[in-house]
């Protein structure tokens, strides 16, 4: 598989340190397709991805709790993409750039963490415009967790 090719439209927009721009939530039909075993398995790929990238040090090095964590942020996906509240009922409110301030998270950070999810969408076979869809909800969403200019 030519990895440029099936990614040339996942965009990465240069936000301004701060700006929180307004969030789209993912097209429906990506759950439908997806299923929440599908995005469990695509949250799993991007954490074992982020694993060995360059911001592998803000994750639990402990596998258990690496597990743990793995697990709150695929509740959180399935549950914004119209799966089940998994996550309101396990940890409450999302509150997420809250939740991300006690990690130090930069543009390149950020970018790290979208270029895993990049790889790990560009392994699925699912219509084009819903992996855009998932894409662009994370390229804007990302940039409201970015907590340190550098
Ligand atoms: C900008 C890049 C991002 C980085 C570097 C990042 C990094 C992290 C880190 C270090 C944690 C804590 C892991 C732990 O020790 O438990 C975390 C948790 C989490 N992240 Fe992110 N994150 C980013 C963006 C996002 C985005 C865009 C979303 C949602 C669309 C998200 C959803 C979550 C969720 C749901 C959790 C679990 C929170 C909890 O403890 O309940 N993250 N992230």
């Known amino acids: 598989m030519n990895f440029k090719r099936y990614t040339a439209d996942l965009t990465i927009t240069n936000y301004k340190f701060g700006e929180r ?10 759950y439908k397709v997806m299923g929440e075993e599908g995005i ?5 790929r991007h954490y074992d991805l982020l ?7 803000l994750f639990p090095a402990n596998d258990e709790i690496f597990e743990i ?8 996906m399935v549950q914004i993409c119209g799966g089940p509240d998994y996550y ?3 940890r409450g409110r999302p509150m997420l ?8 998270i930069t543009p390149e950070g950020r970018l790290v963490w979208l270029n895993c ?10 219509p084009r415009p819903l992996i855009v869809s998932f894409w662009n909800y994370l390229n804007v969403f990302s940039n409201w967790m970015v907590n340190s200019p550098e």
Do not use: C, M, W
Request: aromatic share 6%; no cysteine; net charge positive.
């Open 69 to 76: 964590a793995k697990n709150n942020s695929a509740d959180f």
């Open 40 to 44: 469990r398995k695509l949250v799993t």
């Open 21 to 30: 721009p307004d969030v789209t939530i993912p097209d429906r039909e990506f």
């Open 117 to 126: 999810y990049k790889q790990a969408l560009a392994e699925l076979s699912i």
């Open 51 to 57: 694993r060995v990238s360059e911001i592998s040090h």
């Open 97 to 104: 750039a809250n939740r991300h301030a006690g990690s130090h």
């Open 88 to 90: 309101n009922q396990h």
